[in-house]
C-alpha cells in the first residue's frame, strides 16, 4: 500500500476542481485509490469530486487525522474503510447526498462526532463507531443539550449494516429511536465500557439489541425489538 502525509496541515484531494461537466466525460473528474491507500493528515483529510466518482480498487482504505474527515461526494470501497481522529473537536462529515459505501465490508471509525447527512453502509458487514476521546458522553437519539458524539435519529437512519457498535468510555444514552430510524441496522450493539448506558425520555425500538456496561443500564424509557433479541451484561463495578 502506499500512503500520503501531510505533517503540519490539511491535507484535500479535488477530483474536479472546476466543478465542470464540459466534455461530458466524467471519469476524469474521479479520484481512484490504489490497493491499501492511507491517507494521513495533521488537520484534516477532505475528499471531493463534484462531477466524478470516489473509489477505492481493493484493499483497506484508511483515512486518518487529528482533526477529522469530511466527504463530500460519494465514496465507494472494495474493501474496508478506517477513519479516524485524535482530537476533542475531530469530526467525521458525510455531506448532504454523499453515499459512502464500502460494498459489503467493514467500516471502522474512531472519532469524536459525527455529522451525517449523507449515508454510510457496509451492506452485510459490519460498522463500529468509537468515541476517540475518553470521558466524553455519547448519545444515539433525541438530545436538546450538546453532547460529544451524537448519532441523531435521521443519522441512524443513514446508516445501514449487518451490526453497529457504539463504543464509549462514558455513558451511553439512547432516547427516542423509532423502527424507521434503526430498520436499516440488524443488531445495534452498546457498549459502556467503564461507565452506564441509560434509556431516556421516550421509548426507543431497534431489530436487535446488545447493551454491555462496566456499571449499570438503566431505563427511564421502554425499548422494544421487532425482529430479534435484547440482550444486556451490566457488570454493576461502579
Not at 502525509?5 to 474536479?16: K, M, Q, Y
Not at 432516547?175 to 441509560?198: E, F, K, M, P, Q
Request: aromatic fraction near 2%; glycine fraction near 8%; hydrophobic fraction near 35%.
Amino acid at each position: 500500500g502506499s500512503t500520503l502525509t501531510t505533517n503540519t496541515g490539511s491535507l484535500a484531494i479535488d477530483g474536479d476542481a472546476d466543478n465542470s461537466t464540459v466534455g461530458g466525460n466524467q471519469t476524469s473528474n474521479a479520484i481512484t485509490l490504489a490497493s491499501n491507500v492511507t491517507l494521513n493528515a495533521n488537520t484534516t483529510v477532505t475528499l471531493d469530486a463534484t462531477n466524478g466518482n470516489i473509489t477505492s480498487t481493493t484493499g483497506t482504505l484508511t483515512l486518518t487525522s487529528v482533526d477529522g474527515v469530511t466527504i463530500n461526494d460519494s465514496l465507494t470501497t472494495n474493501g474496508d474503510l478506517t477513519i479516524s481522529g485524535t482530537s476533542n473537536v475531530s469530526l467525521l462529515t458525510v455531506a448532504t447526498g454523499a453515499d459512502v459505501s464500502t460494498t459489503n465490508n467493514d467500516i471502522v471509525i474512531t472519532i469524536h462526532d459525527i455529522d451525517l447527512d449523507g449515508t454510510l453502509s457496509s451492506g452485510a458487514d459490519n460498522i463500529t463507531i468509537t468515541q476517540t476521546i475518553a470521558g466524553a458522553d455519547t448519545s444515539i437519539g433525541d438530545f436538546s443539550t450538546n453532547v460529544d458524539l451524537q448519532i441523531d435519529p435521521a443519522e441512524l437512519e443513514r446508516i445501514t449494516a449487518n451490526e453497529l457498535t457504539v463504543n464509549s468510555t462514558e455513558v451511553i444514552s439512547v432516547s427516542n429511536i423509532t423502527g424507521a430510524n434503526s430498520d436499516n441496522i440488524g443488531t445495534v450493539r452498546l457498549n459502556a465500557l467503564v461507565s452506564d448506558v441509560r434509556f431516556f425520555d421516550a421509548n426507543s425500538t431497534f431489530n436487535t439489541l446488545v447493551v454491555t456496561a462496566d456499571d449499570d443500564i438503566d431505563f427511564f424509557a421502554s425499548v422494544t425489538t421487532d425482529t430479534g433479541a435484547i440482550s444486556l451484561n451490566a457488570q454493576g463495578t461502579g
